[in-house]
């Protein structure tokens, strides 16, 4: 809640609109007790009365009737009908919305179609046609506005409800013996709650203006009750003559519905837990860079990355998710960047070519050098030309990096035509020779095949044929077979060497498995807490791991045929990167650390091995 009022807030317009409603709504809720005239009653001696006029603040109307107490009481009736209106066709709304989604078939064919039916009216049409069917009255406009509304609310819910529906935290409540009421009140029904109120709070704005329209036509409210729509009918034959009558409640619907939109836009944004976690902030198209100094370049190397320090942002809190790393990676090597899952691999990865979103991500500090070009804070159009062209992609879950409604023939067509002027005949042509180079078979059928249509397997080697469109010298794989099984897993790693062999091409390989790791890569880097503990060529690290946290990670690793030993699992978890501990970060999981290893900074030392560790297991 706390964090609710605070994102709300931190919407200027949304604060002003929550303090200007809550103004009116306090005053409405107390109108009854205030020294105001009665509402009805008239006084035609004093018709016309101007604003600031003697006992009668706003003036008087053609009845000599008080202007502002009409105005209060009027107000109070029409948020009352509005609010009611709102709440009426959100929770009905909802409820159809909800079965339909659900239960889906013909419940949802029967109970849509009446929806669509509803729809198919222009609304004021069908307000006035259901008005003059019950005939004129207040509730009754509230009755036909919210039933012209209802159909918003159904098909915006329902559309929520399908796709919940079919997840599986609702498989799992069916399999652990739920009905259906309860699953929908306890699964479905609070997923939907912010949808609902987000769709109302856009709403309710509306709703006051479709009542007062009515009650302007004289459907709504009878005289002599005020509410703000009929008072604007009452003042229309004075307009000229009298037109504080209409401007007064005219400017009072204006405030209310302002009000509620700002305020509604606010709660939109304040709710939508997409929004929360900042994933539509539009992140800036290359990661922000702060950076001081620029270090000078260690060595050759194809990608050299030298003291890269990309940090997050949050708040006051700043999380160094990568805490001065420096690799090398040169042409036709695989080097394996290995540890837990948060140690900050994929913030790595995604740094080489300005991926990190920003906000909350900033580069500040280091260098990224391609061929010897810093690509840290280079143009945007220099990062583009270069991403997918001389440094490609592959992710863990190839479902979710494919789109998904494309052909993948298409998709690879598009990945090739990004980089390349080549007609779409001759981008085909290639597209079918990457689908068989990374061996998927009948490349040409499968071309027409969508993602969903692929398994697992088959849609990462889409990933890499994918990565491999426009030939580059660099490709990054973060978990490529994580969500793969071992067999397919041993697969890809066997395409993906052929690949590296057969073209040159330089994998830096990103993954929590030694086992991978000793399969593929020629080098090893470990990382632990936003920095690399230890590096070096993979069999002397297998073989002898130096830092203890590499033997335990190792010791982590199955073998087959090994005989029966206890798996070593590491104790306690990896380190929170925005408040790390003095000296090593593996110290306080780690059995042979000394109060040496819990102060100050702990170098990187070694040469062709490098270890940051006072005691290392062998001298590097
Ligand atoms: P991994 O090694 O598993 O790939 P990551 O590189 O994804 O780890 O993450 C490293 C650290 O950065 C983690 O502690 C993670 O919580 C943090 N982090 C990653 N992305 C974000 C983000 N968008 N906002 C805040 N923190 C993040
Ligand atoms: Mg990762």
Redesign the pocket.
């Known amino acids: 809640m706390k964090l609710f009022l605070r994102l709300l807030f931190r919407n200027r317009l949304a604060g002003f609109g929550a303090v200007v409603l809550g103004a009116i709504v306090v005053l409405a809720v107390l109108t009854p007790v205030l020294p105001l005239h009665a509402p009805n009653e008239t006084n035609t001696a004093n018709r016309f009365l101007r604003p600031f006029a003697e006992g009668h603040l706003l003036g008087t109307d053609h009845l000599g009737r008080d202007l502002l107490s009409r105005l209060m009481w009027g107000t109070r009736l029409s948020l009352a009908v509005g609010f009611a209106a709102a709440l009426v066709a959100g929770l009905a709304g909802a409820a159809i919305g909800v079965i339909a989604g659900y239960f889906g078939g013909r419940t949802d064919n029967v109970t849509m179609r009446g929806v669509d039916m509803l729809m198919a009216f222009p609304y004021i049409l069908l307000a006035l046609a259901i008005v003059a069917v019950l005939g004129p009255g207040l509730l009754n406009a509230l009755i036909a506005v919210a039933v012209v509304n209802i159909p918003f609310f159904a098909r915006n819910i329902r559309g929520i409800t399908v796709g919940i529906a079919h997840r599986e935290f609702i498989d799992a409540a069916r399999l652990a013996g739920m009905g259906h009421t309860r699953i929908l009140l306890t699964e479905v029904v609070p997923n939907v709650v912010p949808v609902v109120v987000i769709a109302m709070s856009t709403t309710i704005g509306w709703m006051i203006l479709e009542t007062a329209g009515l009650s302007f036509l004289g459907l709504g409210s009878q005289p002599p009750q005020a509410d703000l729509g009929s008072m604007l009918g009452e003042a229309r034959s004075a307009l000229i003559t009298a037109p504080h009558t209409s401007i007064v409640p005219g400017v009072m619907i204006l405030l209310i519905v302002m009000s509620v939109n700002l305020l509604g836009d606010g709660i939109r944004d304040a709710l939508d837990p997409r929004l929360r976690s ?1 994933a539509l902030a539009r992140p800036m198209a290359a990661t922000r860079v702060e950076r001081k100094t620029v270090p000078a370049p260690e060595g050759e190397g194809l990608l050299r990355i030298d003291g890269l320090e990309t940090q ?1 942002h ?1 708040g006051a809190r700043v ?1 160094k ?2 805490n001065k790393v420096s690799l090398d990676l040169k042409p036709g090597e695989c080097l394996g960047l290995i ?12 740094s080489v070519m300005g991926l ?2 920003s906000p ?2 900033v580069i500040t500090g280091g260098a990224v050098r391609l061929n010897g070009q810093d690509l840290i804070g280079a143009p945007y159009e220099v990062l583009r030309a270069l991403r997918g062209r001389k440094v490609a992609y592959i992710f863990q879950d190839p479902l979710s990096t494919l789109h998904p409604l494309y052909r993948i023939g298409d998709q690879l067509i598009e990945a090739i035509r990004v980089h390349e002027p080549v007609s779409r005949a001759q981008a085909h042509e290639r597209a079918i020779k990457l689908l068989e180079d990374v061996r998927i078979p009948n490349a040409r059928a499968r071309a027409r095949a969508f993602p969903h249509e692929l398994s697992g397997g088959m849609r990462q080697r889409v990933g890499i044929a994918m990565a491999m469109a426009n030939d580059p010298d660099i490709i990054i794989a ?2 490529p077979t994580t969500a793969l099984d071992v067999t397919v897993q041993a697969q890809i790693l066997a395409l993906l060497d052929d690949l590296r062999r057969s073209r040159g091409l330089a994998i830096l390989f ?1 993954t ?1 498995d030694f086992g991978v790791v000793g399969q593929l890569c020629d080098r090893v880097a470990v ?1 632990y807490g ?1 920095r690399i503990v230890e590096t070096g060529p993979t069999a002397e690290v297998l073989e002898a791991p130096a830092h203890p946290y590499t033997r335990r990670l190792i010791a982590c690793v199955p073998e087959l045929g090994g005989g029966r030993r206890v798996l070593a699992a590491i104790p306690g978890l ?1 380190p ?2 925005d408040d790390l501990p003095q000296g090593c970060a593996f110290a306080p999981r780690c059995d042979k650390a000394q109060d040496a290893c819990r102060k100050g900074e702990i170098a990187l030392t070694g040469a062709a091995r490098q270890v940051r560790c006072l005691y290392p297991e062998v001298a590097p």
Do not use: N
């Open positions: 900042g997050f949050i999380y998710a990568v540890g837990e899952s948060g140690s900050g691999k994929s913030v790595t990865a995604l990190v979103a909350p991500g973060d978990e990103i929590h990382m936003g990896p929170a990167v």
